[in-house]
């Protein structure tokens, strides 16, 4: 299955991985590149000099393409970007802002540069820039969310825009790709299918969590501050939203939350711990390779969208 997206970036399935924070380090990015996807390192809030090593380590797995993910929030956030270009990773997509006072030094390296928007007028200033591609996320999706759907966003931003637009959020087989397909994406990102693929590298716990989630298990915190998160409920999120609606101050429901994500994924903590999924997480029953994933939702996309005949 060609698209605008497989030439873009070179690769063999119009499938990219999400670059969520803790857990998408060079195992799954490399993975996910090997099986024909596109792996990306999240950098999240860690300096240059972290983000360089991963990069190498995924180049000692794999000779595929992948890219990296700022979080444009990050302390980091201009030394990573620098680094990112003098790496020339095939491409950087961003998060948690607007990248467009980098776009010119990762242009000049040769990186493809793709953003993550949750709204047209984002969208359009991004193309307005010269950005290779964007990624429109629906609220459906894990971690920081924006406020519309992936059903409604993602065909708004195919129409008003003309590069290449990738889906993302609520999406985890090949019914949620072929759908997005139909909306007019050139391709898909995952993230919770991806976080318990076996070469995620996080908290068996965390793995568990997910799978045994139920489609009323996600839960938003953080409306009152502006920056809403999509996670599984359990304690913390109980007390959180107990705070929220008391009205708490934004320094004490961030101090609820610091150092929550490390907690899940890598102490395997998911009753105090921020346990980011998406709403799909409900979908997922079953453990499996990167290259399993990939191949079963490209299967069962084909077959939907005519590419392909059983029998």
């Known amino acids: 299955m060609k698209t605008r997206i497989t030439e873009l970036l070179g690769i063999q399935y119009p499938i990219l991985q999400g670059g969520m924070a803790q857990v998408a380090e060079h195992h799954l990015a490399a993975a996910v590149s090997e099986a024909g996807g596109f792996g990306i390192l999240g950098a999240a809030a860690l300096p240059a000099g972290a983000v360089r090593e991963e990069i190498r380590k995924v180049r000692e797995l794999t000779d595929k393409p992948f890219g990296v993910n700022i979080m444009l929030m990050s302390p980091y956030a201009e030394e990573v970007a620098c680094m990112a270009a003098e790496e020339r990773v095939a491409a950087v997509t ?23 928007v949750a709204s047209v007028a984002l969208a359009k200033r991004m193309e307005r820039c010269h950005v290779d591609a964007v990624i ?34 609520g999406i985890a087989d090949g019914r949620g ?20 693929s076996r070469e995620a590298a996080v908290h068996p716990d965390y793995k568990a969590r997910v799978l045994k989630a139920k489609d009323i298990d996600s839960e938003v915190t953080g ?85 392909r005949t059983v029998g």
């Open 223 to 307: 409306l009152s501050t502006g920056h809403p998160v999509r996670c599984l409920r359990n304690k913390m999120t109980r007390e959180y939203l107990r705070l929220e609606k008391e009205g708490a101050s934004f320094e004490e429901l961030e101090h609820l939350t610091l150092g929550g994500l490390r907690r899940a994924v890598i102490d395997g903590d998911v009753m105090n711990g921020t346990v980011m999924a998406g709403q799909i997480a409900g979908m997922i029953a079953k453990e499996q390779s990167c290259r399993e994933i990939i191949e079963e939702i490209m299967a069962s996309a084909e077959e939907l969208l005519g590419y």
């Open 177 to 196: 790709f072929a759908a997005a397909r139909m909306l007019g994406a050139d391709a898909v990102q995952m993230g919770t299918r991806f976080v318990v």
């Open 136 to 169: 429109a996320e629906g609220m459906e999706s894990g971690g920081h969310i924006g406020s519309q759907t992936t059903m409604t966003l993602v065909p708004q931003v195919v129409d008003a825009l003309s590069i290449p637009v990738i889906a993302a959020g």
């Open 94 to 116: 961003t998060g948690a802002g607007n990248p467009e006072k980098y776009l010119k030094k990762w242009q000049d390296a040769g990186v493809k540069v793709i953003p993550v």
